[in-house]
């Protein structure tokens, strides 16, 4: 059974960089596509950033492209999702969430394709 824990979130200044973690445990996530998505209070948990378990291919919302960065370390069994330029609008909970089987050619955008989730880090953006 896959587990998923996240942290690194808290309060940052608008402007200011954040770098969330996400590790897996019970099994390698070279297996599986790992997404990022937020949920504002009030809003739908929505799509962030994914990656391929064996790195090899990302994607961005257009929200978070040119300032945010995903990656994974595979002797950690983590990955990563780097932000900067933060803005108050990034402010959610941050989820990592994980599913396998996946397609080459295709990028997991939805929260109801993925099956594993953590249980999501706090991010605050404010002066």
């Known amino acids: 059974q896959l587990q998923l824990v996240e942290s690194g979130g808290g309060l940052v200044q608008p402007g200011g960089s954040l770098t969330l973690s996400c590790v897996a445990s019970g099994s390698t996530l070279e297996y599986y596509a790992i997404g990022w998505f937020r949920q504002a209070p009030g809003k739908e948990r929505e799509f962030v950033a994914t990656?391929?378990?064996?790195?090899?291919?990302?994607y961005y919302a257009d929200s978070v492209k040119g300032r945010s960065t995903i990656s994974r370390d595979r002797s950690k069994n983590t990955v990563y999702l780097q932000m900067a330029s933060l803005k108050p609008e990034d402010t959610a909970v941050y989820y990592c969430a994980a599913r396998v089987p996946y397609s080459p050619d295709y990028y997991y955008t939805y929260p109801s394709e993925y099956g594993d989730w953590g249980q999501g880090t706090q991010v605050t953006v404010s002066s």
């Open positions: 990656i391929r378990g064996d790195g090899s291919r990302t």
